[in-house]
T-cell receptor, first 111, second 114 residues
Framework: KNEVEQSPQNLTAQEGEFITINCSYSVGISALHWLQQHPGGGIVSLFMLSSGKKKHGRLIATINIQEKHSSLHITASHPRDSAVYICAVRFNGGSQGNLIFGKGTKLSVKP | NAGVTQTPKFQVLKTGQSMTLQCAQDMNHEYMSWYRQDPGMGLRLIHY???????DQGEVPNGYNVSRSTTEDFPLRLLSAAPSQTSVYFC?????????????FGPGTRLTVT
């Protein structure tokens, strides 16, 4: 079964800390997404990547295709980064609609 | 652009009632999808469409119908609501970029079936 696993499930950090959220998947993929969901809010796409590394502001996403693993890093974390971060993948051969989602990592950043 | 819009934001139904969740996008994306989000689970695909007139089933299609008569609209119909359909529903549209599809999500509809 094609699966996506995220760790940790919950994460509490102090403002300013460097944060890492991990995502691993079971078989080959064509693309991996990192999404952000604020409490009571909608879902926003942060990154889509197939290889290497992407950076946007304080957010960095990396992917290692050989190890089937991706990480989302947040530098100089801030309370407004508190949200659920979701990893999703499109497995090779899957139709465009067939994204498989992880269960999410709930991040809380304390001031 | 309004992006992806969904109505209603909240809805309470009684078991057996039917209703339609509306979804519209103004970005001319060919691909649209419906997901449900339940506590402790990842989002799961209900139905999707690769263009007007074309729809297909996702992981959890039972109890739901969709149609795609225009590029902009992709309504989700609950035929006979059941408590198991209590969930938050997200509509998404996407377009192909490289090897993946950039995703845009609507704000969600919180549905309670009593």
């Amino acid at each position: 079964k094609n699966e996506v696993e995220q760790s940790p499930q919950n994460l509490t950090a102090q403002e300013g800390e460097f944060i890492t959220i991990n995502c691993s998947y079971s078989v080959g993929i064509s693309a991996l997404h990192w999404l952000q969901q604020h409490p009571g809010g909608g879902i926003v796409s942060l990154f889509m990547l197939s290889s290497g590394k992407k950076k946007h502001g304080r957010l960095i996403a990396t992917i290692n295709i050989q190890e089937k693993h991706s990480s989302l890093h947040i530098t100089a974390s801030h309370p407004r980064d508190s949200a659920v971060y979701i990893c999703a993948v499109r497995f090779n051969g899957g139709s465009q609609g067939n994204l498989i989602f992880g269960k999410g990592t709930k991040l809380s950043v304390k001031p | 652009n309004a992006g992806v819009t969904q109505t209603p934001k909240f809805q309470v139904l009684k078991t057996g009632q039917s209703m339609t969740l509306q979804c519209a996008q103004d970005m001319n994306h060919e691909y649209m999808s419906w997901y449900r989000q339940d506590p402790g689970m990842g989002l799961r695909l209900i139905h999707y469409s690769v263009g007007a007139g074309i729809t297909d089933q996702g992981e959890v299609p039972n109890g739901y119908n969709v149609s795609r008569s225009t590029t902009e609209d992709f309504p989700l119909r609950l035929l006979s609501a059941a408590p198991s359909q209590t969930s938050v529903y997200f509509c998404a549209s996407s377009y192909q970029r490289g090897r993946g599809y950039e995703q845009y999500f609507g704000p969600g509809t919180r549905l309670t079936v009593t």
